[in-house]
């Protein structure tokens, strides 16, 4: 019942079309004394035909990225490569966009993504400007710049209250946002949202991160049997289900494999088993963790905004109470 969805793409707002299912390095270790762990991974995963990668400045790993790549010998045309503008490099955009480029070894990059919508000063202290609004006009300023360089923005971790205050400036609209997606925090109402700007949501942590209940839950691991599967690729599955591409990261080839040879399509009742996972008792919440390495709360500050600030939805893990912001 599954069948390979390496080459399903997602057509962007820029009339760019993205594998649905990329290859994530967050996370990844970069390669120091010798080691080429992560180029290896990556390497793997190209031949297992990931054609979208997906890193960050701020990961420390583009010229692992660069390096793999060249190893592969994958054709630049047939990669989709997305990268990051890290929260204290708000105030000069152009510079880190083309160290990124630098970087990363190549004549252009497909995705640049604000990766946070706040900018930080020394100490990760947060700065009221440049606001992300002006980030984001300075943000085009570069693709204006570079046309040949860099061929879409886009945006991470963004709220409706943080998209809305950008659109009120913004002359080109972001092409993605990338946000937590998951059967315990699938945030339906986003992704609705977002969906009705047209701009497409790309999930992070599509199967939580280590200890996942969702990788040992009994009712789960049931469904991915009943389609031969397993739990890894029935839940990244669900997401292509409901139109998320997915960025997971794994360093085995077997599971690299299963990561991207997902179900076509999933029965009714599945489907609506995960959509609603997160009314389940103690499983709303999310599950990338807090900046400190902790489980969230709801409480913490993420790179020194609150999460009204944010506009993101919280919750309190005593109580699993429901604040939607």
């Not at 080429?36 to 990961?59: N, W």
């Not at 002359?171 to 993605?176: E, G, L, M, Q, S």
């Not at 040992?216 to 599955?237: C, H, M, Q, R």
Request: glycine share 8%; with cysteine.
């Amino acid at each position: 019942m599954s069948t390979k969805l390496c080459q399903q793409k997602i057509k962007l707002n820029t009339g760019q079309l993205m594998p649905a299912v990329g290859y994530g390095t967050w996370q990844g270790k970069p390669d120091v004394n010798g080691s080429t762990e992560l180029q290896d991974a990556i390497v793997v995963a190209l031949e297992e035909g990931y054609r979208h990668i997906d890193t960050a400045a701020a990961y420390g790993v583009e010229p692992d990225v660069a390096a793999a790549i060249k190893k592969s010998g994958v054709p630049r045309e047939e990669l989709f490569i997305v990268t990051k503008l890290w929260n204290t490099d708000h105030d000069d955009v152009e510079a880190a966009f083309l160290k990124s480029l630098e970087k990363l070894d190549t004549e252009y990059i497909d995705l640049y993504l604000m990766h946070f919508p706040q900018a930080n000063g020394a100490g990760g202290v947060a700065l009221e400007h440049p606001t992300p609004a002006e980030t984001w006009l300075n943000m085009e300023a570069v693709i204006k710049k570079y046309p040949t360089k860099l061929r879409a923005i886009g945006v991470s971790n963004f709220s409706k209250k943080t998209i809305d205050q950008l659109l009120e400036v913004a002359t080109i609209k972001p092409a993605v946002n990338q946000v937590e997606v998951n059967p315990m925090w699938p945030q339906p109402e986003l992704r609705a949202y977002f969906e009705g700007l047209g701009i497409h949501i790309t999930a992070y942590s599509p199967l939580g991160q280590w200890d996942s209940p969702l990788l040992t839950d009994p009712e789960i691991a049931a469904i991915a049997a009943k389609y031969n599967v397993g739990v890894g690729t029935l839940l990244l599955s669900w997401c292509l289900a409901n139109g998320v591409s997915v960025i997971p990261k794994s360093a085995r080839r077997e599971r690299m494999h299963a990561n991207i040879n997902l179900l076509k399509n999933l029965e009714p009742e599945d489907k609506k088993f995960l959509d609603e996972f997160h009314f389940k008792e103690g499983m709303h919440r999310r599950l990338c963790l807090a900046g400190d390495g902790t489980r969230p709360t709801g409480k913490e500050l993420i790179f020194g905004w609150t999460y009204e600030q944010m506009g993101w939805e919280t919750f309190f893990v005593d109580t699993d109470e429901r604040r939607p912001m």
